[in-house]
């Protein structure tokens, strides 16, 4: 590693940047009413006793006058699919709140929806840092929920994983994975399929290093979202997706990071066994109609922010591999959680026609088989 003895601003911010960090929207409410917030991630935790907090605001900054003259702040610490809301509030602009679903806290100052958490503090100094100022607040309040949070480093957004997943969190950790021109030609098919289920949207995942990794999406007449993204990860006991690997991928490559979703994803209020024995009974359902589904309107919401009824069909190769997973997903109303609907049988039909493209034959031993 060469070291610099002299270096300029754009070294040394690259130097900063190595430090990954959590992404944080910093809001407040002037006394005039208006709602302040911009996008931080010089945040970091100074004292559990007194619970105390700082961040950092440049001094050129069209907020700092705001955030200088308040007694209030919330620091709101973004989740892995608040993206447009950190770039939302990262320009600068008099509109940052628009969209932004949010409540007042504190001093009026909003929480933000959706957030992996917040805290709600009062300002107790402030002091000089050469083009910036250092806000230090004592936390009042907190909330926390079970979302992933997103990470910044390098120049772009990142998602947060556990460490001891061991080696799948840098390899796919299964030997046997999609082949480009697999994938190539059931996205090719896509478009009539969506027709043939009944203009649903469909999504097609493989299974990448962090799980299950969407490649290509085919909107229908009646989307879900505008914000449809290829490279998307979903986790594996909340998405349909997620669950078909899980129901027809050998357990020792599901296994690690369905212990992390269940860590993860978990509701206050549920008991850790109950929602063991939920998710696994769910697995066994999708294993034995071939189909997995997610009809839980609180997944549902957590994922697409509407309610939203959703089935995966597995795709098999010639080696009698799962190399994908083809979901459907749609408004409630659209789309009924019966496992044996129009729909849902159509994905399921198109898919073991997928797979004898690939020249799988249905006689064929399945790595689900064995569970």
């Excluded at 030609?185 to 493989?206: D, F, K, N």
């Excluded at 085919?218 to 078909?244: C, F, K, M, W």
């Excluded at 898919?351 to 249905?362: I, M, N, P, T, Y």
Aim: hydrophobic share 40%.
């Amino acid at each position: 590693m060469p070291i610099l003895d002299s270096f300029d601003k754009r070294q040394l911010r690259n130097v900063f940047g190595t430090f990954t960090t959590g992404v944080t929207i910093v809001t407040t409410r002037t006394a005039d009413g208006k709602a302040h917030g911009v996008t931080a991630n010089s945040f970091s935790s100074v004292s559990l006793d007194p619970p105390l907090v700082l961040w950092c605001q440049a001094l050129t900054s069209r907020s700092h006058a705001a955030f200088n003259g308040v007694d209030h702040f919330v620091v709101n610490i973004l989740a892995d699919d608040q993206i447009h809301v950190s770039n939302q509030f990262a320009k600068s602009h008099d509109e940052k709140f628009v969209g932004i679903e949010h409540q007042d806290g504190l001093g009026g100052a909003p929480v933000i929806s959706g957030s992996a958490a917040h805290l709600e503090c009062v300002k107790v100094a402030s002091y000089p840092a050469g083009d910036h100022v250092v806000f230090v607040g004592r936390v009042e309040r907190v909330g926390h929920s079970s979302r992933r949070p997103l990470a910044f480093g390098g120049g772009r957004y990142m998602s947060t994983y556990a460490h001891d997943l061991g080696p799948v969190s840098t390899q796919i950790g299964w030997d046997k994975p999609a082949r480009a021109q697999d994938v190539k030609r059931v996205a090719a098919e896509m478009p009539a399929i969506c027709e043939a289920v009944g203009q649903h949207t469909l999504c097609l995942s493989v299974w990448g290093n962090h799980g299950p990794t969407v490649v290509s999406w085919e909107p229908s007449e009646h989307p879900i979202s505008d914000n449809l993204r290829v490279g998307l990860v979903y986790g594996v006991t909340i998405s349909a997706a997620g669950r078909a690997f899980a129901a027809f991928l050998p357990s020792d490559v599901t296994r690690s990071f369905i212990e992390e979703d269940l860590r993860v994803f978990r509701r206050p209020e549920e008991d850790e066994a109950e929602q063991r024995a939920a998710f696994e009974a769910d697995v066994a359902a999708a294993h034995e109609h071939g189909i997995a589904r997610v009809v839980d309107p609180a997944l549902a919401m957590r994922l697409h922010k509407i309610p939203t009824n959703a089935f995966a069909a597995p795709i098999f190769d010639a080696r009698g591999v799962m190399v994908m997973t083809l979901a459907i997903l749609s408004q409630v109303d659209r789309l009924a959680p019966d496992w044996h609907g129009a729909a849902p049988q159509a994905l399921l039909q198109a898919c073991r026609a997928l797979s004898r493209q690939l020249g799988h034959q249905e006689s064929q031993p399945t790595p689900g088989d064995s569970k």
